[in-house]
């Protein structure tokens, strides 16, 4: 009997997780078309069915952004249900504690997470790098260019009517080493091309140190020497660091090449950790609504739910941010980054737990 019962409560709550998740994407579409009308108006003839293909492009990912919180409200929604309906005294009666009804619910939630991070999040990775691919195509950077080869970071830059083909060795914090510049007019007409020891990259004002500056086969050192690029640190590492477009797969590829150039790899590391951990962070969420639902009253009105749902988001969601950004210093374990927050709702919902049975 118990066993039926467990299949009803998977049932129900895949119901209340599709509705949720219904909902939530159909926002999502509205609110991304806006902005892709916006961003084409006025790039292409057909932008309207354009903006249409580039929103279902990039709504997948955007739902894998907002699991936790979609898996959160629909935890408390099926509580929700199963109160009006008065079903939970009905489990109660027939041998369901409310620890069994919360582990069935973590149960199922795991095996979606597993879901979504084997299958679906290598769906929604490669139609956001075919949505970022198109998107380029209409930005007004198409005149800049960043890749990763074997010979090291090369950045095609447009400054000035000025054409500048650039290569460097490796990076080391803010400064490019062993880099050379090979600049082109208009008409592809070599003016000159500068070798540099190291370079400090942190401002679009780069800062060559011991340079060497040929032009027209004639060479001058410089201990010091100013470049303008359309290039910091900061616009260099972000071509490479939408890791939301990148399976797996891209996204090892991506740790060689910043092995390759030298560049710490915490920040990838990190993401690729907290994807390790999206499971058990679903399961979490499923967790939190359910001892919150089962530790109030039952006779408030249905917006006090929804304001809660949302205000616990936020307070999550600020959790997971401040963990993400303190990975970025590069002083603080990617591991405590990626975990962190995890493990803090981890022992918030272990000790609620012990008490939950009494409800």
């Given amino acids: 009997m118990i066993q039926v019962y467990k299949k009803n409560i998977y049932k129900n709550f895949l119901i209340c997780f599709s509705k949720i998740t219904l909902v939530f994407f159909v926002t999502i579409i509205i609110m991304n078309l806006f902005e892709e009308i916006n961003f084409l108006k ?6 309207v069915l354009l903006s249409i293909f580039l929103t279902l492009l990039n709504a997948p990912s955007v739902l894998i952004e907002i699991f936790p919180f979609i898996f959160l409200i629909a935890g408390l929604y099926f509580f929700i249900e199963l109160i009006d309906k008065d079903e939970l005294q009905i489990y109660k009666i027939n041998g369901l504690t409310n620890i069994k009804i919360i582990y069935a619910l973590g149960l199922i939630s795991f095996l979606i997470g597993v879901f979504i991070l084997v299958f679906f999040y290598h769906i929604s990775a490669n ?19 960043a890749v990763i ?36 007019d208009e008409n592809f007409e070599l003016k000159k091309i500068i070798i540099s020891k190291s370079a400090d990259v942190e401002s679009n004002t ?16 410089h201990e010091k020497l100013l470049f303008k690029s359309n290039f910091d640190m ?41 994807l390790f951990s999206y499971p058990l962070y679903l399961v979490l969420m499923v967790f939190v609504a359910s001892i ?11 917006i006090y739910f929804i304001t809660l749902g949302i205000l616990i988001s936020v307070i999550i969601y600020y959790i997971n941010f401040f963990f993400s950004s303190i990975a970025k210093t590069q002083d603080f374990p990617y591991l405590l980054s990626a975990w962190g927050p995890k493990v803090l709702l981890l022992l918030i919902v272990s000790s609620s737990l012990i008490k939950i049975n009494e409800k």
């Fill in 42 to 47: 006025e790039q292409n003839n057909n932008f």
């Fill in 234 to 274: 900061q616009k260099i590492l972000n071509i490479f660091n939408n890791f939301s477009s990148l399976d797996f797969f891209k996204l090892k590829e991506l740790e060689d090449d910043y092995k390759l150039l030298g560049y710490n790899t915490d920040v990838l590391l990190t993401y690729k950790h907290q």
């Fill in 149 to 184: 080869t074997e010979n090291g970071l090369w950045i095609k830059d447009e400054v000035q009517n000025k054409i500048n083909y650039i290569n460097a060795e490796k990076i080391e914090n803010d400064k490019l080493i062993n880099i050379s510049i090979s600049q082109f």
């Fill in 127 to 145: 139609l956001k790098f075919a949505y970022l691919d198109i998107k380029n195509q209409y930005s007004k950077d198409d005149k800049y260019l």
């Fill in 292 to 302: 919150v639902m089962l530790n109030i009253r039952f006779n408030k009105p249905k």
């Fill in 206 to 221: 780069w800062k060559l140190i011991n340079s060497v500056e040929n032009i027209d086969n004639n060479s001058t050192f």
